[in-house]
């Protein structure tokens, strides 16, 4: 059973960076793809970025050019680096897979002055 556990959230400031992890625990060979996704208070769950097991990526438009998508195979853990981050940034960011495992909590990502 695979268990993902999102961390590196936080208050930045508008034009500021910050580098989420999300570290995968137990059966990871059978994950095909990580997603990265993120949702505003009262609002769907949006996809923003995805990485599959040969390493491509993809982005939502709203996002592109903003984040990248990486990970370490040694840690067993994906990061999603953020930059240039706006107030609209603001959500609760979480990690999931293909197929879906068990959703966790997710990490507070707060943009603002």
């Known amino acids: 059973q695979v268990q993902l556990v999102v961390s590196g959230g936080g208050l930045v400031q508008p034009g500021g960076s910050l580098r989420l992890s999300c570290a995968a625990s137990?059966?990871?060979?059978?994950?095909?793809?990580f997603n990265w996704y993120r949702q505003v208070l009262r609002k769907q769950r949006e996809l923003v970025a995805f990485?599959?097991?040969?390493?491509?990526?993809h982005y939502a438009d709203s996002v592109k050019g903003l984040l990248t998508i990486t990970r370490d195979n040694a840690q067993n853990t994906v990061y999603l680096q953020m930059h240039s981050l706006k107030p609209e940034d603001t959500a609760v960011y979480y990690c999931?897979?293909?197929?879906?495992?068990?959703w966790g909590q997710g990490t507070q990502v707060t943009v603002s002055s």
């Open positions: 990485l599959t097991k040969v390493d491509t990526t």
């Open positions: 999931n897979g293909v197929p879906l495992v068990a």
């Open positions: 137990g059966s990871i060979f059978s994950i095909y793809v």
